[in-house]
């Protein structure tokens, strides 16, 4: 991420299933880069991880498409893990009463 930038949005595809990289502020100014990532990887047929250790903020937009990104592989047989999650990512969680629903994975 360079200092221009607030957010960064990743693919590392070196592990068996993909692993979606969220960094930074992710605000609906991020959605649209979000969202198409997210199809890309509900396309995927695999499992998907999502690392969001590195994440300071994430805004309801943000938090929706992890939701049908999500709810997409579920239909698929497959499953979205979001793992290393930052205090601040938690905190967006539970402000949207989402945290119940999407509690990340510690690993």
């Known amino acids: 991420m360079n200092t221009a ?3 960064s949005i990743e693919i590392d595809r070196s592990a068996t299933s993909p692993r979606l990289m969220l960094r930074g502020r992710l605000t609906v100014g991020a959605a649209r880069q979000l969202h198409v990532t997210a199809l890309d990887l509900a396309r995927s047929g695999t499992d998907v ?3 969001c250790e590195a994440v300071e903020h ?3 937009a943000i938090l929706q498409i992890l939701i049908a ?3 997409a592989l579920n239909r698929d047989h497959h499953r979205l893990a979001l793992v290393n999650a930052s205090d601040g990512f938690n905190e967006c969680l539970r402000l949207a009463g989402l945290y119940d629903r999407l509690v990340p994975e510690r690993s």
């Open 5 to 7: 930038e607030s957010h």
């Open 49 to 51: 991880t999502v690392c």
């Open 58 to 60: 994430a805004d309801a």
């Open 69 to 71: 990104l999500g709810a």
